[in-house]
């Protein structure tokens, strides 16, 4: 297979709501598609999840769009590929960059699907007809409008429950859940907003049966995790401390988690991603697909991962409706009784519709 062209789009989409982390409010999302076409004028789609800011990774929108632009489409376009897992190959000189790496692997997966005629989720060996979903909320005004939200996503079907948390913003607070909602799947992200010195109140954590407690300590740190996990028995979740194998392999080797949170952006794509998903099922870990408030074509791809069998947690991929008044895809994903059904068609499964895509583009680069 050979890309002979490949169209780069920065978009800009409004969300239903804002969402609020303990580093601030996000209402507009940036974000870029790659769209490829290889030499029979097949298409396939990735999305980048970076934000347009840093404070999850380094990676912003613009930092993306450069390495995009200047380094990985160069290296991929005319070039011949017998699988996705080569893309990862041609990039490996460049350092980091994950995401700006995923959504380009992302579109080649898309295509090599569609190439073999069959769906995403079946090419990277899945083989769930339905995948389980669950729901982030992020920081609210008040403790009524939290309990509300979730009792109204419990209502629709959401198997589990996550919100954040920080310090100051803890305790007291997944007490009230409890108290309103005594035996509902719980957990909460941290996001990196506690040090080893708050031990005595992630303790305090345990006695909520909390599902498990994600990213609790610094986003470069395992050893505190480790030592953390000793000490908790709530299983600690790692988000952002994951990026590639190697660290999946030694946070295992240090016992610095019992769960991992796959983000196929973070960890530069979805051949890395199946890779740590194999490894954590060598060793008995748990994993599930986090979301990075993506798009439609993000969305999908986040499906098509989480039909793997050692996704056994249910992921942060909710429907289209929780986020967008139009998503960018047709149909939209679609949440029933907690449920996706994973889409059977080749590649992704949903199809980009242009012109919802072209009212949001701000800017658009066609690389031949
Ligand atoms: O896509 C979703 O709905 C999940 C959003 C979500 O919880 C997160 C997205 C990005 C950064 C964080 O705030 C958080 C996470 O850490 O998982
Ligand atoms: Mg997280």
């Not at 948390?165 to 719980?186: A, C, N, S, V, W």
Request: proline fraction near 4%.
């Amino acid at each position: 297979m050979k890309i002979i062209q490949i169209t780069l789009r920065h978009l800009k989409m409004r969300m239903k709501f804002p969402f609020v982390t303990s580093f601030g409010a996000m209402q507009d999302k940036e974000f870029l598609v790659v769209e490829a076409m290889d030499q029979n004028g097949r298409i396939g789609w990735g999305e980048s999840v970076a934000f347009d800011t840093p404070w999850y990774t380094e990676e912003t929108v613009k930092t993306n769009w450069h390495m995009l632009e200047d380094f990985m489409i160069p290296a991929i376009l005319h070039t011949k590929l017998h699988h996705p897992d080569e893309v990862g190959q041609h990039l490996a000189y460049i350092r980091k960059n994950n995401m700006a790496k995923s959504a380009i692997e992302g579109a080649v997966w898309d295509l090599f699907a569609k190439e073999k005629r069959v769906s995403l989720a079946k090419l990277l060996g899945g083989n769930k007809e339905k995948i389980e979903v669950g729901i982030s909320i992020g920081l609210q005004q008040s403790m009524d409008e939290l309990l509300q939200l979730i009792q109204s996503k419990l209502n629709e079907g959401y198997k589990r429950i996550k919100i954040k948390i920080k310090p100051g913003y803890d305790i007291q607070l997944i007490q009230e859940i409890r108290k309103h909602f005594p035996t509902i799947p719980l957990m909460a992200d941290a996001n990196s907003a506690y040090s080893l010195e708050d031990i005595h109140l992630i303790k305090e954590l345990d006695q909520y049966n909390l599902m498990m407690i994600e990213q609790p300590l610094s986003v470069d740190d395992l050893i505190d995790h480790a030592k953390l996990q000793k000490e908790i028995s709530t299983p600690i979740c790692l988000d952002e401390s994951i990026h590639t194998y190697t660290d999946a392999r030694t946070a295992i080797k240090l016992n610095a988690c019992k769960i991992i949170n796959i983000k196929i952006g973070r960890v530069g794509g979805l051949s890395e991603a199946k890779k740590i998903h194999d490894l954590c099922m060598e060793n008995g870990l748990a994993v599930w697909c986090g979301g990075m408030l993506e798009a439609g074509i993000g969305r999908a791809h986040n499906i098509a991962l989480t039909a793997l069998s050692n996704f056994t947690l249910p992921g942060d991929t909710a429907g289209s409706s929780h986020y967008w008044e139009q998503d960018i895809i047709q149909p939209e994903v679609i949440v029933e009784n907690g449920y996706i059904a994973v889409p059977t068609a080749a590649g992704i499964g949903y199809e980009p519709n242009r012109k919802t895509m072209e009212q949001f583009t701000i800017r658009e680069k066609i690389f031949t």
